[in-house]
T-cell receptor, first 116, second 111 residues
């Protein structure tokens, strides 16, 4: 069974550019969340998508956006890149959302973004 | 003050020792508690998942949750060099898919 696939694995962008990252969840998983991981702040929640709708958003500026497609694949976009956006961006998928006790979140290996 | 506090370590123990990793939290609405293991250049891997208070055991790993103290623990028995990684605790509220993570504890098992 394939895991969560994130592309690309590595990316170098210039300040002011924009970037799009892609996430393919585990087959059958419908909830996709995005996290930013930095040495100083650790893992921070960006947003969650379910059924093509953003259900929850973290405390990030509007330059960070995302979307989910009908096949549950998700993309996140960062516009007007800043040096501080350099981080590992992680995608996580789960079968469903709600109060279920019986599932966890499976993470991909991430996209390492470097802004120069 | 962060919602979830975790000692960043680093923590070094000899092979075969029992490892104890801990997190404290301040949000009493957290009901779901997880431990993830993250190897260098990889995404976090779910190790243990616990709902509310109590203990859960899976092989060499035991997770404990004490909601009255807002304290969770992960114990690793018979530690192996392959257990060397960063261990992250994570929590969430009922009905909220957002995970709140600790900063992670870097663990090294010395052969």
């Amino acid at each position: 069974k394939a895991g969560v696939t994130q592309t690309p694995r590595y990316l170098i962008k210039t300040r002011g550019q924009q970037v799009t990252l892609s996430c393919s969840p585990i087959s059958g998983h419908r909830s996709v969340s995005w996290y930013q991981q930095t040495p100083g702040q650790g893992l921070q929640f960006l947003f969650e998508y379910f059924s093509e709708t953003q259900r929850n958003k973290g405390n990030f500026p509007g330059r960070f956006s995302g979307r989910q497609f009908s096949n549950s694949r998700s993309e996140m976009n960062v516009s007007t890149l800043e040096l501080g956006d350099s981080a590992l961006y992680l995608c996580a998928s789960s079968p469903d959302r709600g109060s279920s006790k019986n599932y966890g979140y499976t993470f991909g290996s991430g996209t390492r973004l470097t802004v120069v | 003050q962060k919602e979830v506090e975790q000692d960043p370590g680093p923590l070094s123990v000899p092979e075969g020792a029992i490892v104890s990793l801990n997190c404290t939290y301040s949000n009493s609405a957290f009901q779901y508690f997880m431990w993830y293991r993250q190897y260098s250049r990889k995404g976090p891997e779910l190790l243990m998942y616990t709902y509310s208070s109590g203990n859960k055991e899976d092989g060499r790993f035991t997770a404990q949750v004490d909601k009255s103290s807002k304290y969770i623990s992960l114990f690793i028995r018979d530690s192996q060099p392959s257990d060397s990684a960063t261990y992250l605790c994570a929590m969430r509220e009922t009905g909220n898919e957002k995970l709140t993570f600790g900063t992670g504890t870097r663990l090294t098992i010395i052969p």
